[in-house]
Nanobody, 126 residues
Framework: QVQLVESGGGLVQAGDSLRLSCSAA????????MGWFRQAPGKERELVAA????????YYGDSVTVRVTFSRANAKNTVWLQINSLEPEDTAFYYC???????????????????WGQGTQVTFSS
């Protein structure tokens, strides 16, 4: 269906900014809703941000709303997640997710997505 590849993770310190990217290939012509999730060891996978097919609507998780910007390229095959003022709580494995969507809506649950990237690690250095 859709192949997703993330990049941009790494070792960060308090106050740093980080930009993650996700490139999509495959069945994207009918519309692709996308999202970013993260999962820390021993914790549930949680939503960071979601964007609708067409990029008209975005939604941010409560813990990162004021620090995150989620944008989509004009070509519709690449999205970026900008995280500012990084904190230790941001340490996690970050996943890009995609869902074929004919209507412009966003999805907030991992169960809503059928395609996943391999993930990229963000680690806080103390």
């Amino acid at each position: 269906q859709v192949q997703l590849v993330e990049s941009g993770g790494g070792l960060v310190q308090a106050g740093d900014s980080l930009r993650l990217s996700c490139s999509a290939a495959g069945r994207t012509n009918s519309g692709l809703a996308m999202g970013w999730f993260r999962q820390a060891p021993g914790k549930e996978r949680e939503l960071v941000a979601a964007i609708s097919s067409g990029g008209g609507t975005t939604y941010y998780g409560d813990s990162v709303t004021v620090r995150v910007t989620f944008s989509r390229a004009n070509a519709k095959n690449t999205v970026w997640l900008q995280i500012n003022s990084l904190e230790p709580e941001d340490t996690a494995f970050y996943y890009c997710a995609g869902r074929i969507a004919a209507v412009p809506y966003y999805y907030t649950s991992p169960d809503d997505y059928g395609s996943w990237g391999q993930g990229t690690q963000v680690t806080f250095s103390s």
